[in-house]
């Protein structure tokens, strides 16, 4: 069973389209993340949720917009898409907010293309 | 605020050599440090991490890693590494109460035969 899952795995879109990519984790945790792997590799967190409700909220333009229906599936929704969007967008999730074991599990990413 | 820096971008080593990929941070809190892994076309998956207690930690797949607080510094090491070590690797810190995790810019580790 896969514990952190996304889809779609690659994503190409032209640019001005919304689009959404989706997250699941059934590994019982609190906390769901997102993260964006640019073309470098860098890794940087735009999001966190726990339990529905959204602690971290980096500076990302606004046409970005998490939706956590449930503490299980943390989605990410993103408007008018732009050729700088193109990346790599990785779930993670993890079993305590602030506490000292809490490793991040993540997902394969979803290679996000935008033409 | 707390941050990363990987000082090798690239490391290629022969197979069944020994390896280190560096890691330092800066941080004025207690800290959290994690290796993450990731293999091509893949996710990241977690080698290691130190919370508290011993300072060399073992991982999976032979790796291990000190903490050196002084140094402030988390190397990673690998006595013999296989062709199938090549992957890019990431180290990552998270100060205490704090729920970010922070990322350096990875090492892409390439092993030749």
């Known amino acids: 069973d896969t514990a952190v899952s996304q889809t779609p795995k690659y994503l190409v879109t032209q640019m001005g389209n919304d689009k959404s990519i989706k997250c699941e984790q059934n590994l019982g945790h609190d906390t769901m993340y997102w993260y964006k792997q640019d073309s470098k590799k860098f890794l940087k967190i735009m999001f966190s949720?726990?339990?529905?409700?959204?602690?971290i909220n980096e500076t990302v333009p606004n046409r970005f917009s998490p939706k956590s229906p449930d503490k299980a599936h943390l989605n990410l929704h993103i408007n008018s898409l732009e050729l700088g969007d193109s990346a790599v967008y990785f779930c993670?999730?993890?079993?305590?907010?602030?506490?000292?074991?809490?490793?991040?599990?993540f997902g394969p990413g979803t290679r996000l293309t935008v033409l | 605020a707390q941050s990363v820096t990987q000082l090798d971008s690239q490391v290629p080593v022969f197979e069944e050599a020994p390896v280190e990929l560096r890691c330092n941070y800066s941080?004025?809190?207690?800290?959290?440090l994690f290796w993450y892994v990731q293999y091509p076309n893949q996710g990241l998956q977690l080698l290691l991490k130190?919370?508290?207690?011993?300072?060399l930690v073992k991982g999976i797949n032979g790796f291990e890693a000190e903490f050196n607080k002084s140094q402030t510094s988390f190397h990673l090491r690998k006595p013999s590494v296989h062709i199938s070590d090549t992957a890019e690797y990431f180290c990552a810190v998270r100060e205490g109460g704090s729920e970010k995790l922070v990322f350096g810019k990875g090492t892409k580790l390439t092993v030749n035969p």
């Open positions: 993670a999730s993890s079993q305590v907010l602030a506490g000292a074991s809490d490793t991040q599990y």
């Open positions: 949720y726990n339990n529905k409700e959204l602690i």
């Open positions: 941080s004025s809190v207690s800290v959290y």
């Open positions: 130190y919370l508290s207690g011993s300072t």
